[in-house]
């Protein structure tokens, strides 16, 4: 999915899902920095679109309706990659709960619907 204002695509996750409401957590990858979030790290191969070794940023998690992401999708704004291993994703899932960059608001949304 394209990231605004630049249009360099990133990698988003669904790491949680809220059907009755039809939202998601989602979290995107990211080229770590100095000082950065730890919680997560990704090594290169561990995802087909992995370019570099990488970490989850959480604080850029967003609550999103399931039905905008599909309507993305569908408008070719955004396109679907390969699923992630269930290993893999429960340890961002993890990383999530142990990370002091998530808000309090997607933290609670994690932990209720993972």
């Given at each position: 999915?394209?990231?605004?204002?630049?249009?360099?695509?990133?990698?988003?996750?669904?790491?949680?899902?809220?059907?009755?409401?039809?939202?998601?957590?989602?979290?995107?990858?990211?080229?770590?920095?100095?000082?950065c979030d730890e919680?997560?790290?990704?090594?290169?191969?561990?995802?087909?679109?992995?370019?570099?070794?990488?970490?989850?940023?959480?604080?850029?998690?967003?609550?999103?309706?399931?039905?905008d992401i599909e309507?993305?999708?569908?408008?070719?704004?955004?396109?679907?990659?390969?699923?992630?291993?269930?290993?893999?994703?429960?340890?961002?899932?993890?990383?999530?709960?142990?990370?002091?960059?998530?808000?309090?608001?997607?933290?609670?949304?994690?932990?209720?619907?993972?």
């Open positions: 999915m394209p990231s605004y204002p630049s249009k360099t695509e990133h990698l988003y996750i669904l790491v949680a899902v809220k059907e009755s409401a039809g939202k998601a957590l989602m979290v995107n990858v990211t080229t770590p920095k100095d000082g919680s997560c790290k990704l090594a290169l191969g561990e995802h087909r679109f992995l370019k570099y070794d990488s970490v989850i940023n959480y604080a850029d998690s967003r609550i999103v309706n399931i039905s309507q993305a999708i569908s408008y070719n704004i955004a396109k679907p990659h390969d699923p992630f291993e269930n290993e893999l994703l429960k340890r961002i899932q993890a990383g999530g709960l142990i990370s002091p960059a998530i808000s309090f608001k997607h933290l609670t949304f994690l932990s209720e619907n993972i």
